[in-house]
């Protein structure tokens, strides 16, 4: 009963977004602050590295209680695929700042700036999907409110199979 309790329901796909993007967007302002403090003490590369590492275990600790409503720890599955994602993301906006800089010899500020943030979002958008549909697919598919009928023992086997049938095509979904 009181696991029941503490288990809250799923958010929607719009509130869920607009968590991520607090949760994710707080955790990405106060890395970029903490990368310069921490790289007049060491290289920038190591600085870089070290608030990446911290940041995304703390992004996943947040998404997992808050954003996708388990109001749980995260498990380590999660905390790696969600470092993959990362990973990947982070990878998506290096290589359209190396596009960049093939293009344009000298690019300003500014178009850095929009680049990299564009990068960014489109990265940050696809990061939402993989972590809501992936990550923490499996407790969207737990908390999801469900219908319970009794059924006589005789027909088990088929409700059994009627079941895993609707529980496939949810997770398809």
Excluded at 98 to 123: F, I, K, R
Excluded at 130 to 152: D, G, K, N, S
């Amino acid at each position: 009963m009181e696991t029941a309790q503490r288990q809250q329901a799923a958010p929607g796909a719009l509130t869920a977004f607009a968590r991520f993007v607090l949760c994710g967007g707080g955790v990405g302002l106060a890395s970029s602050f903490a990368v310069v403090a921490l790289a007049s003490w060491m290289p920038w590369v190591l600085a870089n590295a070290l608030i990446t590492a911290v940041s995304t275990l703390l992004a996943t600790e947040l998404h997992a209680r808050f954003t996708f409503g388990a109001g749980r720890h995260a498990t380590w599955r999660q905390h790696a695929q969600s470092a993959g994602s990362a990973a990947a993301a982070y990878a998506v906006t290096c290589v359209a700042m190396c596009v960049l800089h093939q293009l344009v010899e000298a690019p300003g500020a500014m178009v850095e700036q929009v680049v990299y943030l564009s990068a960014s979002a489109l990265a940050g958008i696809a990061r939402f999907a993989v972590l809501r549909l992936v990550v923490f697919a499996r407790h969207l598919a737990q908390t999801a409110p469900t219908a319970r009928a009794v059924i006589p023992c005789s027909s088990m086997g088929r409700a059994s199979k009627a079941a895993d049938s609707v529980v496939m095509l949810c997770r398809t979904a």
